[in-house]
């Protein structure tokens, strides 16, 4: 039976070892360590208590219940765990209902997504390094086949928390449109090929990409989303996504709003066969002379006046805002000087605004330049609600709180890096594309509850770190936590996180 013994050594110090005896001899197991300093041998002898028990599998009969003392001579310090971070991102996980999906690993690379985004295969070191969770590279790249048969169970689970966390009732839904370049400059064969270049609106023309429509709350938390081949007309995806998401969530009847690359006449009379409202951006360059000369003379430059007028589409509803109109004078300005500057010049092959060509010589379109002054300071929109159940100025606002899906758009390409992806399998894709949402509202939702953006409260979480420590001597791991900083906590107040 092992025992720990103490020795004086020739130098005059404690030496600690675990010791066997064997026909009156000392015999050696393992030697811990040696020390002059009181506290140190307590510490020596407990790290020879650890080394029994993990080596021996022999406890003392006696456990003492003291506080351990780690010789710092016998320590290394192997990096930073973030357990803090992983405990609050796995709440919020389950507050957003995910849990019941009971799949760890895709919930585990949804959260390192927030934490620090980065490929699946360091997604798998990372997750080993901040939170000490480990899955072997065969179990990843496996489970890339199958994550996205969880896509409708997801979709649902953040419906129900959008109703049960912010008073979600389906009466208005948000919807846009972007699209995600692949790092490949080699499309898809095949018609049914997702990944295919087209309009790109990160300025990637020569990669391909795919399309993705989102629908989010007018508070910016999503709901679902849908993935299209790459060159897909935005315009052209609407209608499928709302009518699966009334369909799979018994929506009667609901207030869309889009912007004005959705407005057609097809999508119109879609959205009111099916019994919807709709607020779309409509495109006031588009509209007649005769119509636009009636709306520049009846809002007069008149910051915040409106005025409808019936269309084919719907009721066209425009204001003026000062605020607009400077912006939109000084941007005209610009392109008149950069045309002017054009048709002095003569260079061929150059394009600018308000510059037409006459044979081979370019000269100024004074008509378009008069039209374009007539709509300084005018937005248009387009919708079938009448007057008297929703005024102009809820319209315009409703309208305006687009904003949250551009935002989210941005979190997602910026702070979750959803782009560029380096997928090349149809599976492997639209297992991104789920992880993703889920990385997205988890990160909406603590945005939304803390009034913090995303980037502020990763930080945060950072700064509540934990040491890990090895024990050189008997191999214990100590996980040493750090005091948790007053903007943490509070964080985590906000959030319902104990702490």
């Not at 003492?64 to 780690?70: D, F, G, K, N, Y």
């Not at 405990?87 to 389950?94: E, F, K, N, Y």
């Not at 369909?247 to 919807?276: G, P, W, Y």
């Not at 709180?401 to 090349?424: G, N, Y």
Request: proline share 3%.
């Amino acid at each position: 039976m092992p025992s720990i013994r103490k020795t004086k050594t020739a130098s005059g110090a404690t030496a600690v070892q675990v010791v066997r005896y064997r026909n009156r001899k000392v015999v050696v197991l393992k030697h811990i360590g040696s020390t002059r300093m009181k506290e140190e041998i307590e510490a020596l002898v407990q790290s020879a208590d650890a080394w029994i028990r993990q080596n021996v599998g022999q406890s003392s009969f006696f456990a003492e219940q003291s506080s351990r003392v780690l010789p710092l001579a016998h320590c290394t310090f192997e990096g930073v765990r973030h357990e803090v971070a992983y405990r609050t991102l796995t709440t919020i996980a389950a507050r957003c209902g995910f849990d019941a999906m009971n799949d760890p690993l895709t919930i585990d690379l949804a959260i390192i997504r927030v934490f620090e985004p980065c490929s699946k295969r360091r997604s798998r070191i990372l997750l080993e390094r901040f939170f000490g969770i480990r899955y072997a590279e065969r179990t990843l790249y496996r489970a890339l086949r199958t994550i996205e048969r969880h896509k409708a169970e997801a979709e649902c689970l953040a419906v129900a928390c959008a109703r049960r966390e912010f008073s979600f009732d389906c009466s208005l839904i948000l919807y846009d449109v972007t699209t995600l370049y692949f790092e490949s400059f080699r499309e898809d064969e095949g018609e049914g090929a997702l990944r295919k270049t087209g309009f790109s609106k990160d300025q990637k023309p020569q990669q391909p990409q795919v399309v993705v429509g989102l629908l989010v709350t007018s508070q910016g938390f999503p709901l679902g989303y849908a993935l299209f081949k790459g060159n897909t007309f935005e315009g052209h995806t609407m209608l499928p996504v709302i009518e699966e998401f009334c369909a799979t969530h018994h929506v009667q009847t609901c207030t869309v709003v889009a912007d004005a690359a959705m407005l057609s006449f097809e999508n119109i009379e879609e959205l009111r066969k099916k019994n919807l409202s709709y607020i779309v951006g409509a495109r006031t360059a588009n509209l007649s002379p005769k119509l636009i000369e009636q709306v520049s003379k009846a809002l007069n430059q008149r910051d915040g006046a409106t005025i409808r007028l019936p269309t084919k589409h719907g009721e066209l509803l425009c204001s003026f805002s000062q605020k607009r109109f400077r912006k939109d004078k000084n941007d005209m300005e610009k392109q008149v000087t950069r045309a002017q500057k054009l048709v002095s010049s003569r260079e061929p092959g150059r394009r600018a605004k308000f510059v037409s060509t006459k044979g081979t010589s370019y000269v100024l379109n004074a008509s378009l330049i008069a039209k374009a002054e007539k709509l300084l300071g005018i937005k248009g929109y387009v919708t079938n609600i009448p007057q008297a159940i929703m005024s102009d100025a809820e319209i315009i606002a409703h309208y305006r709180s687009l904003w949250h899906v551009e935002q989210a758009f941005r979190m997602a390409k910026s702070d979750l890096d959803v782009r560029p992806i380096f997928h090349h399998t149809e599976e492997a894709i639209r297992a991104h594309l789920l992880i993703c949402f889920l990385a997205l509202a988890m990160s909406q939702y603590m945005e939304i509850k803390s009034g913090l953006s995303l980037r502020k409260i990763v930080d945060l979480l950072r700064n509540a770190g934990e040491a890990r420590v090895i024990n050189t001597s008997s191999g214990e791991e100590f996980i040493i936590p750090a005091a948790i900083p007053e903007e943490t906590k509070n964080l985590l107040k906000q959030l319902g996180v104990s702490y």
